[in-house]
């Protein structure tokens, strides 16, 4: 049996930071090693000097976690039990509500040829401007009897899309086939209590066909992770912290507002992640502090773009240790290897640093170092559990 | 929550092969390392150079596994939930049909003496051409009403029964007591349904002590693991993947057989193994190839004899390895240390190599070096999501 550490959660003045590099993991090829192992990161090896490191598997062996699941482990929560459709993390990111009895799905504007197969999944990432347009358009254009139909634009090709009315259902199959070639999949109910949003959703593609029919790029919207409003027990119930997010994108604010962090103002980089974190540090207990750019660097296969991004904010780590918090924990919500340009299931380095951590016998951050840190290796989720303990927010458990 | 990997599995062509050295781990003792440690091996060096390492636990902590729940884990079943009866595994290897409501039980060929009590457990290890002529006369000599009796030889002096009738139940305890200097145990219901079965194996038993009364040696024949046929999930159902296995000895045929495997003409040797691996290279994306060797030499307390059957399996490995495979996972299925000459609990060695594996910092392949490897300690039945999803047979989880 497990024992729920929320029943052990008492007060305390200590402060958490969880710095999350995204996709920071990889693994060595023949001739080097991955991106944090070749890094020149000298403050982040002083802290797993003085603390201690190990290794997390997010999910699990072999499981490719996305980005949503990987946060919720890091924030403690079971990636299992809790998971969230695409839509739900677009809806939270964008501040769009999505209240009980709406679905909420993922939305791509795409690519359709003149007999009617996918060309292009993203419509050639249309440019900010241009899918606002097209957001636009569809927004006038369609209106489907006894349902409110909220579009939002998220980033180039993607959309999120609300459906509000009565006797709506998110147990739809995906429309997108995440393939080209082929036509996009009819509306699907998987269960027949969705019969009906399924003739909703074919109604809107039928009419967003009508209103894009002359895009010469966006003419069809595809869609995937149909869900509905969901209520996540908070971090403030399960842990007693005070939380914040600073992150910089969207779909990181979204997840974080969903175990109900308050999200800081939106900084527009490092520099201004710094800034707000020094500027809110008495106001919060725990701080979730995003960096987007390891990842993006992994995604393009850029493996000198992702030893950058490390080291990018390795410069960051001083000011950051300087706040003096109780527990710093350093790490990746997930592997994103350069040589796959995707995520990936590799284990992911984690350093811990603060007054109670202790120290343990390595002194490097990286995968190789990490394989012999004393944090050994362990699911993603029980760093929550070690960082609250090593704030002081933990009480004996039995007498 | 443990994810269903089953749940992500996604098209690939992504190869598989699973290298057995069946009872490959030991344990140092005061002078020497294990028999892997000190067996000279410089393929399966080279791969764990390239490569990761690490140790597995078959079934849990301090649990000496059978060879069936061993497999099971290493097919990636969970060997609690699916427990096999050594009736139902020795059925499957002999290619005997059990039927739904047929009761299988692994027999020994024993010795009485004048009192009835068991002198040798397995006959002085009856040469099969004795024990084939030994089942022909129990073929013959055993006639109970409303039963057919099936009676296979294995191989010495082990056989499978097979009971066929109505209203037959395998909740029965095993008539050999496992030890020598008592009588067998009569047949004994484990709960009231099967007390009918009870009475025909007592009547068996009246009848093959009639029938062997003159035999020197195999006068009697003890039963245990009574089992009933079993429908498990496939490989292809769980894992999209069509296998094949490549075993010499029937058990381990047989187990593969119970998950659906492709059993591959029998080979008589390591040469025809790997013979057999290079024809159906392009015919299945999963191959579990069996090395019996090892075990045989521990179950010995044969020292050497082990270390040689390691460095036998080691010239095969670089012809496996030119094959290309996307996961090659080479390990045991549990420990047989000579120092025993019996199975035990002792964690086994694992070393994975391809080319997303990813390379650690160990460059030997041996208990003492899979301690440090990045593959960590770890239940055996994860084995088999690394391998999926080094293969990329995994789809990411959530969005």
Not at 292 to 319: C, H, Q, R, W, Y
Not at 354 to 378: K, N, S, Y
Request: net charge negative.
């Amino acid at each position: 049996m497990t024992l729920d550490i929320a029943s052990l959660v008492q007060p305390s003045p200590g402060k958490i930071v969880l710095v999350v590099l995204d996709g920071l993991a990889g693994f060595a090829g023949p001739d080097r090693g991955t991106e944090l192992e070749e890094a020149h990161t000298p403050n982040l090896d002083a802290l797993a000097t003085a603390g201690s490191v190990g290794l997390h598997d997010p999910v699990g062996a072999g499981i490719t976690p996305g980005s949503g699941p990987a946060h919720m482990a890091l924030f403690g929560y079971d990636p299992v039990e809790f998971q969230l459709g695409r839509g739900a993390l677009s809806a939270a990111g964008l501040e769009v509500t999505v209240e009980p009895g709406d679905v909420a799905a993922r939305g791509n504007l795409a690519t359709l040829d003149a007999e009617g197969r996918i060309t292009d999944r993203r419509a050639g990432r249309l440019p900010d401007d241009e899918a606002v347009e097209v957001v636009r358009r569809l927004r006038d254009g369609i209106a489907i009897a006894g349902v409110d139909v909220t579009i939002a634009h998220e980033a180039q090709h993607r959309v999120l899309i609300v459906f509000r009315g009565e006797g709506l259902s998110p147990l739809l199959a995906d429309t997108d086939p995440q393939k080209v070639g082929v036509p996009p999949a009819a509306p699907l109910a998987t269960l027949p209590v969705a019969d009906h949003t399924a003739e909703v959703v074919a109604e809107f593609d039928r009419q967003a066909r009508a209103v894009l029919a002359d895009h010469p790029r966006a003419n069809v919207v595809l869609l995937r992770g149909f869900d509905s409003h969901r209520q996540l027990p908070s971090m403030y119930e399960r842990y007693g912290v005070r939380s914040a997010a600073i992150a910089v994108y969207p779909m990181y604010r979204g997840v974080a507002n969903l175990v109900g962090m308050d999200v800081l103002p939106r900084p527009a980089n490092l520099d201004e992640e710094l800034a707000l974190l020094r500027k809110y540090w008495d106001d919060y207990d725990y701080f979730f502090f995003h960096h987007k750019p390891t990842d993006s660097a992994g995604e393009d296969g850029n493996f000198d773009a992702k030893v950058a991004a490390i080291e990018a904010l390795d410069a960051a780590i001083p000011e950051i240790a300087a706040l003096g918090p109780d527990a710093l924990v350093v790490t990746g919500d997930h592997s994103t290897p350069s040589q796959m340009a995707a995520h990936s299931w590799h284990p992911v380095p984690v350093l811990m640093w603060g007054p109670r951590v202790g120290r343990d016998d390595q002194t490097r951050f990286g995968e190789r170092w990490c394989v012999h840190g004393a944090l050994g290796r362990r699911p993603g989720q029980q760093l929550m559990s070690l960082a609250l303990a090593a704030a002081g927010r933990l009480a004996k458990f039995g007498a």
